[in-house]
């Protein structure tokens, strides 16, 4: 049967498939069929325009969405299209490098280091300089600073002050846990993820004949979710298409959300500055919503000031529109939404499994669990663990519990071990040299406590001890307040010891200061965590007699959400 794409196409995704040879970027807004258009392109130039698949390069995101496209791709084809060099763009760079890779001082057999084969190299590497210490950043956190600065192409010594920036993190000592690091990936004969992007740009920029090569080879470069690609992923798809200039972007400015991870809206933005006869479809009909989300959607980003212009079009009907509730605070909000779903549910109109709650961040759904838990509704976190299980939120809480019950043997052992040389033996031990039994409002307690501490440790707890125990207000009133005994501990300690323990410290930080919001409503310490513990307990209960995932509301964030 012949190829026909206008009859699987709408117009403007017609357009953009059988655009003429030249640089082409489609702006195709969420539900609007770029995968179609993107496959119907590939089926295009192979059998209108009699490209041979292994002239076509087509990048993407993830090993998924490449084998979707290219089997996509084939069925349109009517046969196979295994010469395409298609896949993520890690995978482009690999088998360049494979070819090539002597040319930068690697031997063409060099091994790709995994997340933990990276995470366990960084750390012999801060073994080996003597900075295996709680006080230096752990090697998740240096593995995710070392990514950002080779993913937006950037100074490593100005990534590394600006990440660390306000915290007493040794940066002199981070640069060379990173050069060390380098050095040891050398003697390896290894790469991480980033050096397949690093030096595959490498290859192609100081290399001519290779860049010749490809460029020759590679006629046709299409690219999906371009709003996400950073710095380096940019440059090397300009300098393969630079030759042809068949360049066939597909993206959204208003769905560029990673930049927390090096993505850069400007790309797309930028398009026809770096091509500037670069012809400009926008794909505008809607597949996936209603109009009355689409109206609202196209409100709300209307305001963005950079942007290309776009309306979305429903192609679906629906009497049901969108409701704006405006509610007072968190804990209004929370219990609004659940009265809405189990007046949904009492009514019998949809199944538990077809109600989803999205929200911005975590901690947002921190009230709406707690509201959830005491009406006994199951829900499924689908993007992480439930809130007051989390590390961060376990570790803030461990003073206020030491506070309220000194004979809190668990939360003195989660308190003492985020300090230098406190180890579960360690903690155990000092238990049992405190007898048992530690009132931090008195303070000879804590001077007792600083006496036995390891000497690396005694000067951070000591800065603790004055600014959550001031003189004077060891009996006051602010030792009863939760939100008070998190603040001070955050700002004497726990702030920097995030910045050093998480690679996605000020996420965990907005966490905290969810939680001192939260705590601040109730009328003490104890009250507070009664509650918690109470909830905690609830949330457990309801996972042991939790059916199947459709017997349960589905709880979201946004980023999570995306693409479902």
Sequence with gaps: MAFDPAQHLNGEQLRAVTAPD????????????KTRTLTHRVAWLVLEKGIDPRRILLLTFTNRAAREMLDRAAHLVGGDVGGLWGGTFHHAANRMLRRHAPLLGYGPDYTILDEDDSSRLLKACIVELGLKDKKFPKAQVLGGVFGLAANRDADIGETVRAHFEGH???????????????????GLNAMDFDDLLVNGLRLLRDHEPVRELYQERLQHVLVDEYQDTNKLQSDFVDLIASRHRNLLAVGDDFQSIYSWRGAEVKNILSFRDRYPDAEIFKLEEN??????????????????PEQYQKVLRATRSAEVKPVLAKVTDGGHQARYVVEKVRQLLAAGAVAPGQIAVLYRSHFHAM??????????????????????EQAHIKDVCALPRLVANPADSLAFARLLEMFPKVGPKKAQTLWAALGEHLNLRDAEK???????????????????????????????????????????????????????TFENADSRLEDIEELMAFSAKYKNTAEFLSEMALLTNLDAEQDKNKGQPTDSIRLTTVHQAKGL
């Design 367 to 388: 009230e709406l669990q707690l509201e959830l838990a005491r009406a006994r509704v199951n829900y499924v976190l689908m993007s992480g663990v439930r809130f007051f």
């Design 168 to 186: 007493a993190v040794d940066l002199d000592a981070v640069l060379k846990v990173h050069a060390l690091y380098e050095k040891r990936k050398r």
């Design 287 to 304: 597949y996936r919503s209603t109009p009355g989300i689409l109206d609202v959607a196209n409100q709300v980003i209307a305001g963005n």
């Design 22 to 33: 030249g640089p082409v970027l489609v702006i195709a807004a969420a539900g609007t069929g």
């Design 446 to 500: 804590r001077a007792r406590l600083a006496a036995l501490l390891p000497k690396e440790a005694q000067p951070l707890w000591q800065a603790v001890a004055a600014k959550v125990f001031p003189p004077g207000e060891e009996d006051g009133a602010v030792l009863d307040r939760p939100d008070e005994l998190v603040f001070r501990f955050v700002e004497s300690f726990y702030g920097d010891f995030a910045a050093e």
